[in-house]
């Protein structure tokens, strides 16, 4: 199942009159929900007809996702004790401080609230980007290099 | 050409430049907030990253993020749209320094034409009429006279310190001159502490008239006729049209012709737009140059037949234009669509959009970004629509307005609709016989 | 199971009266729930969104309302074993056959199937309708030489 | 002028005209069945009347019903539309009998054109080019020799019981003539027991191109350039565009003053179509009149800059023309949205529409009558929306049309939005390089 086949799942999904769909396959698996919580009345009128319309996934994100990650809804809900350590910036997502350098953190490694976590650059600049939690590294959500958006979910951390 | 242009803006302008940009083949990069994840630029957008949280500051004002949105997503060029970045400086340099072209002003036409007073020598030197008066604070009631005497009366005497119409005086002749000085000198001291007066030509009847003007990367310039805003409310434009009812042919070629002069002397590269104020003997006067598109593009649009974003592309790419002025075909009118309680002192009204219809049929377009069951934030500006209308003679288009403003159904929210439908029908605007005052007075 | 099949399956359980379904197959599992809250979806969804859009009230029906009938639609609720006789064209109502002429019925009137009610005048052209019910003539609904559309009500007969 | 207009019609025509009276100040009156209660024309309109029941013949095809109707609401005129009582002799006969302008042809001229033999008579006699042919049959083969001979060859022969291609052969030459002749009379008479056989000159690689006239009651007649409806399946049209990618501007003169001739030769007044077949070679032979407002009319008003509907209302209220011809300006395409599956034998799709996205922006305009939750009836014509784009290049009116229809979205019910998607990628049609037959083998 590529992209476009998801995609087209989810408009599906968004347009029928279901709620839930979740699907697993091989090593692969997907949750999809549609909006319960809102409370409006018109928002629930609203959602059926105007989130169809468009698929808003960007696209330069997903050539971007590694294969492994399973979706960060279904992880969050499985994991409910864990935080998504985000992306403060738009840029190039580095792990380590240069091409030869070890990286800043591995899946397993203890962190404190002002480890470097990453580098992210923007306009040739690379900003070391420090953990603003402390806790322990559970999954790397990106691949070297990749570009990160705002707010793009880097690193599951467990703060326990 | 290039390949793909980021698009550093939101709402209706974002859509339009899109719009373009697929009609030429190019690809392009939405960028958008928090508050904008669901917004239709970001979905027809062929990319579209998100730089940062709902507030302009850290999102569409941020040069980082924009231009490192730029740089994950290849793009060789950025649409600034209007607001936002597009008149800035510093980010027209930053873009430079990227090696992405801006498609826009450089910042040394933005610099020459972003400070007011640097505006007005400029235009000074390069022959465009400016607004005549002291240069800086009068000495004493003989230079005002002998200065009101060259700029011909009425003048209007200001204090330095002023405001609110306080140590302000219209003079409308010598014999009233020393009368007015004396009393507007003890106002300013007594309100402000501070009796430095100034002098300038009185703008009687005052009609915004604006010349969209284009240039090339090879020196030519050329106008494409006027645009008359002067229904606005507190500098806010509402309604446009063009030809202006008060512009004849004659006018509008020596209007056109200081449009030019303006862009030249600054070497302008680009689309740009020169506002003048026109009094009532139809002289005109420079107010500023606004170095980018502005909201009221399409009326000019559609009475020349040209696709002005398309221009704004080509011209950054380095396609020379034609070079000839254009001449209205049509007559072409937009309304301004606010999310806005008209009838609650323009109260913002975001909210979600429950039903939408939009109009349709000969001589009318819609340039809009919100759809059914859209959210509009109350982040950002409050225009959700641009309703354009086209036709042959002035009652036709005021007409074809009418119906399709009363076509447009959008419930949900409070908008401005209302008062659209009631200054069309006002007999002076009918007339054509209103100034940049008409809102002052208007009741509705 | 590719793309269409599952897009099928999603569809089918959406319109069928089931809330949830949970499929293993192979290596294939798929579970999709419906909204328990809102059987009829669409048609719930598109009329509060169309209707309030314009109001469709025919200029030419609303001056020639006699005022002292009830709206054919409660008298309706209120009797509900009477017959509304609608027109069956467009026209001018006359109860009459001429200015001085007597009307064809009265309420309180005894008709049978073929009995003259009314005419309705179009392209100056009498045309003499016959009732299709024997009954009783309970309200006359329109005025007499009133515009009539296709359909409206213009007798209530009482058919008992 | 009219004081108030009845339209004798319903779908987005309907809309389209009462938008025409609306910004001409002219109050109207909507028809409707039962089927079209909720309809778009039912509630704008400034009256509406139920006429019958969803049936045609019992509403829109029903003279007396429509006539009291028009009494009923005291109408001075009626305007047909398209389709179902606009080219009707009778009705219009009728309107005339009860002192209602009707807003199309007279009696006399819908007479003159409605019967196709009759048609073609009086263009011969007026000068205009007809397919040129024997007269009725053939005696033997020797004047069938004679008449291929002075009509140039290929011709083709046909069976006078013909039909499905049988007793039919394409003759290239002398030397084909015997031959042929000999074979379509042998499968004429086992096909059909009749080996009557008739000649017409065979078009080659025929394209449709009609010529829009205009003509008022003084006698005044122009044309308004053509419209290239070549792209059609089983004689309904899909696409139309004008200029036509195949006439230059000495073609067009010529067709135009065919036109023009044809008006002339039954003295016509208001807007009518006359339609040609186009060779390879640019020689074009009349194929009918239609004496009524044309479906595909939008594309000829984005390129001459008027309203067409509001010339048929201005004609019938007497105002002359100013009798000089137009030509296209600029270039524009209509793409008709039909309720259809063009993937199941475009089979109707009648139902609610749950989901509605109009496109919009620049040079892009949408005739519909559909909304947001609207239900498509059943028992009318599977058109639901007409997509007009204009720009200033065909590659450009192409782009901007795919641009336009990937906006728009229309969901609960299939539409043949895909279908229109593909043909304006095709190689052939960006090439303008088609025929009548283009669909025929068009793979999708």
Chains 1, 3 share one sequence.
């Not at chain 2, 330095?160 to 000085?181: L, Q, Y």
């Not at chain 2, 740009?272 to 107010?287: Q, S």
């Amino acid at each position: 199942m590529d992209i476009k086949d998801i995609q087209a799942l989810i408009k599906f999904v968004s347009r029928v009159g279901v709620d839930e769909v979740e699907l697993e396959k091989d090593n692969f698996k997907i949750s999809i929900k549609k909006n319960q919580a809102s409370p409006v009345t018109f928002s629930e009128n609203a959602a059926p007809i105007a989130q169809p319309i468009y698929q808003a996934v960007p696209a330069s994100q997903a050539p971007s996702e590694p294969s492994e990650v399973a979706s960060a809804k279904s992880t969050k809900e499985d994991n409910i004790n864990l935080v998504e350590f985000k992306s403060p910036m738009v840029g190039t997502f580095y792990r380590s401080p240069g091409p030869d350098k070890d990286t800043f953190v591995n899946v397993g490694d203890q962190i404190n609230v002002g480890s470097i976590l990453c580098i992210v650059e923007a306009m040739k600049l690379f900003n070391e980007i420090e953990s603003d939690v402390a806790g322990k590294i559970v999954k790397v959500l990106i691949d070297d290099a990749s570009p990160v958006e705002y707010g793009q979910p880097l690193f599951l951390i467990d703060p326990s | 050409m290039f390949k793909k242009i980021l698009i550093a803006n939101r709402g209706e302008i974002a859509l339009r430049v899109i719009r373009t940009c697929k009609e030429m083949g190019i690809k392009t990069v939405a960028v958008y907030s928090e508050a904008d994840q669901n917004s239709l630029p970001v979905k027809i957008a062929d990319e579209a990253v998100k730089i940062g949280p709902a507030k302009s500051t850290d999102s569409y004002l941020n040069y980082q993020s924009i231009l490192a949105a730029a740089e994950i997503t290849n793009a060789d060029a950025i649409h600034p749209g209007y607001g936002f970045l597009s008149e800035n400086e510093k980010f027209s340099e930053l873009c430079q320094d990227h090696g992405i072209k801006f498609i826009g002003a450089s910042p040394e036409m933005i610099h020459a034409m972003g400070d007011k007073s640097n505006a007005k020598d400029t235009m000074k030197k390069a022959g465009v009429p400016t607004i005549p008066g002291s240069d800086g604070l009068l000495k004493n009631i003989e230079e005002g006279l002998q200065i009101a005497k060259k700029i011909k009366y009425p003048v209007i005497l200001k204090a330095t310190a002023g405001g609110g119409g306080k140590g302000m005086r219209i003079v409308n002749s010598d014999s009233e001159f020393k009368d007015a000085w004396e009393k507007a000198t003890i106002e300013a001291k007594a309100a402000f502490g501070n009796d430095g007066m100034y002098l300038e030509k009185f703008i009687e009847e005052p009609r915004h008239v604006e010349i969209q003007i284009a240039g090339d990367q090879y020196g030519n310039i050329c106008h494409l006729s006027e645009r008359d805003c002067s229904i606005q409310r507190r500098h806010q434009k509402i309604i446009e049209e063009v030809p202006s009812p008060f512009i004849d042919e004659k006018i509008r070629a020596k209007m056109g012709e200081a449009a030019i002069q303006a862009g030249k002397a600054i070497n302008y590269e680009g689309l740009g737009t020169v506002e003048f104020l026109v009094d009532k003997n139809k002289d005109f006067y420079f107010m500023e140059m606004n170095t980018r598109i502005q909201v009221e593009h399409p009326i000019t649009e559609e009475v020349i037949g040209h696709d002005l974003v398309m221009e704004q592309v080509k011209i950054a790419a380095g396609i020379p234009i034609s070079g000839h002025n254009y001449h209205p075909n049509a007559f072409a009118m937009e309304c301004r669509i606010n999310a806005e309680d008209p009838f609650n002192n323009f109260r913002p009204s975001p909210g979600i959009i429950e039903t939408l219809h939009k109009p349709g049929g000969y001589g009318v377009r819609i340039d809009s970004h919100i759809y059914s069951g859209y959210t509009i934030p109350p982040y950002y500006d409050s225009m959700i629509a641009k309703v354009i209308v086209k036709a042959n003679s002035r009652e036709e288009v005021i007409k074809k307005m009418e119906r399709a403003l009363s076509e447009f159904v959008i419930e949900g929210i409070k908008t401005t609709t209302p008062l659209l439908l009631k200054i069309l029908k006002d007999p002076d605007f009918v007339a054509g016989n209103f100034t940049t005052k008409f809102m002052d007075t208007f009741e509705y």
